[in-house]
């Protein structure tokens, strides 16, 4: 006889004798892939008069299926099951089933069915099988946020769960509501159809404002087994351009001949990146680019200035250019000539662009302008006018050569103390350079010419009383004086007959004092 009939000639002998007991139902709870521990009777002691335990199962379709079989005798138990729970289930010395590689399939109604001479009594045990998410990640994340407008932050989604998780957004740690304007929430979920599991989704959209440029979002999965979250970096916020400003890059002031910049900004973000620059009736496009740039102006360049948005002409700025300009002339210039006695007078010439001082220097002294009634030898150099405002100057010169014919001012001698010789020093005016000419012969000479006077000295030794003659000339005339020189012994002579006449005198004045 089989052990299939043999148990069912035990079942009839039982019933007949004893009435079946079936308790409430237990549950337990396992974890996906692990094993299943399903208790018999909450794990409470086989009776004594123990026959066998055998478990079962619910099926899909309500009928029973065989698991497996435990004789109180044997100790191996016998597994009944053809299907799936073949290879998967066992029992141990408590009478409890164990079910290997848990998943969705097994969450079914398990009966432990305790046989005795007694009694015939069943314990169902409901198992639950839980999974928490095996990631909880944000995809699709936006590159930017855009003010005032809704925009998908990204899409929360915890993968592979039993049962499903939830997901809640949060913003700097708060919860997010959805408000069905700056707050956008659609949740979805979505079930494996081999495994069972379920993936949930959260995407978020916002309508973000400027402050929001260091806002962290994250969103929160929460489920009976654990609680994760993910976390975003902060979000560059997007918006259009409020206000549009004109700068001047360049020095200032601006000076005619420069080259100047002119840039545009606008305080959206991302920041523009083509204007329109509006200048003198003339309007250019600029792509990829903030900045224009005009060269070598002119004092016609001066006025108003605009830039605009390219692609919103209303939206602009200006700028009044202001370019600042010296013109500066003398009359007359370069080099003039002009006779002592002459009168001169410099006349200057200024147009610029605003308040210019002017100063004049003569050979780097600080003068008056130049303007003479009788011109001298040392009123001749060079003059500059210096016409200065903020960022510019000009510089003019005229030079002034003050000419006339030599004359002699002076015609001197000396003989220097115990010396054998004379030095005879003739002195005069005049421009050009004048030169000398003495009518007698030196053994050496020395000259100068400082400011339209010349000096001119010789050393002689006169044999004889002479009468000398100095000559100065250039191109203008000349001019000649004469100075008589005795020989040094004449004067030697002289100067002994001076002391014999004195001597007496001395004495006298000696004898009546």
Not at 126 to 138: D, G, H, L, Y
Not at 473 to 483: A, C, F, P, V
Request: proline residues 5%; glycine residues 6%.
């Amino acid at each position: 006889m089989d052990s299939a009939a043999v148990l069912l000639l035990l079942l009839l002998t039982v019933t007949a004798r004893t009435l079946l007991h079936v308790l409430g139902t237990e549950s337990v709870t396992a974890l996906y892939g692990e094993t299943i521990v399903v208790p018999c009777n909450d794990g409470a002691p086989a009776p004594e008069d123990l026959m066998f335990v055998k478990w079962k199962y619910e099926k899909d379709d309500g009928t029973p299926g065989d698991l497996l079989i435990q004789q109180a005798r044997s100790s191996e138990a016998t597994v009944q099951a053809t299907d799936q729970y073949a290879p998967r289930v066992s029992i141990d010395h408590t009478l409890t089933l164990r079910i290997t590689q848990a998943s969705l399939r097994d969450q079914k109604t398990f009966t432990c069915m305790v046989v005795s001479d007694s009694n015939l009594m069943e314990y169902p045990v409901t198992v639950s099988v839980c999974k928490e998410p095996s990631s909880v990640q944000i995809m699709d994340r936006s590159a930017a946020l855009q003010k005032d407008r809704a925009t998908a932050v990204g899409t929360c989604v915890a993968a592979d769960a039993n049962p499903a998780a939830t997901i809640m957004w949060k913003k700097n740690g708060k919860p997010l509501v959805a408000d069905g304007k700056s707050v956008l929430i659609t949740p979805s979920m979505t079930l494996d159809p081999v495994s069972g599991l379920s993936t949930t989704s959260s995407t978020l959209q916002y309508a973000a404002s400027k402050e929001d440029n260091v806002s962290v979002f994250s969103c929160m999965s929460t489920h009976q087994l654990t609680n994760q979250e993910a976390e975003l970096e902060p979000f560059p916020i997007h918006y259009p351009s409020e206000k549009v400003s004109l700068q001047v890059l360049s020095k200032t002031p601006v000076v005619e001949g420069d080259n100047f910049t002119l840039k545009c900004h606008a305080d959206g973000n991302p920041p523009p990146s083509s204007f329109f620059f509006h200048m003198k009736g003339q309007k250019a496009l600029v792509e990829n680019s903030d900045t224009y740039t005009l060269t070598s102006i002119s004092r016609e360049a001066g006025g108003e200035y605009k830039c605009s948005l390219a692609d919103n002409e209303k939206m602009e700025s200006s700028q009044t250019i202001v370019v600042s300009y010296l013109d500066l002339s003398l009359t007359p210039s370069g080099t003039v000539r002009k006779a002592i006695g002459d009168n001169f007078t410099v006349k200057v010439e200024q147009s610029s662009s605003g308040v210019a001082q002017v100063s004049w220097t003569k050979n780097g002294q600080e003068v008056r302008q130049p303007e003479f009634s009788w011109l001298t030898y040392a009123d001749a150099g060079v003059y500059v006018c210096e016409l200065s405002m903020p960022g510019l100057t000009r510089r003019c010169s005229v030079e002034l050569m003050v000419e006339g014919k030599p004359e002699i001012t002076g015609l001197n001698k000396y003989r220097p103390d115990g010396a054998s010789y004379k030095v005879l020093t003739c002195e005069a005016t005049g421009v050009p350079e004048p030169s000398f000419h003495w009518s007698v012969n030196s053994t050496s000479e020395e000259s100068s010419y400082i400011n339209g006077k010349a000096t001119h000295k010789i050393t002689v030794i006169p044999k004889l009383n002479l009468t000398v003659t100095c000559s100065v000339s250039n191109r203008l005339g000349d001019h000649t004086l004469t100075i008589n020189v005795s020989t040094v012994f004449k004067e030697e002579k002289e100067e002994k007959g001076k002391i014999l006449f004195a001597l007496p005198l001395y004495f006298t004045f000696l004898f009546n004092n």
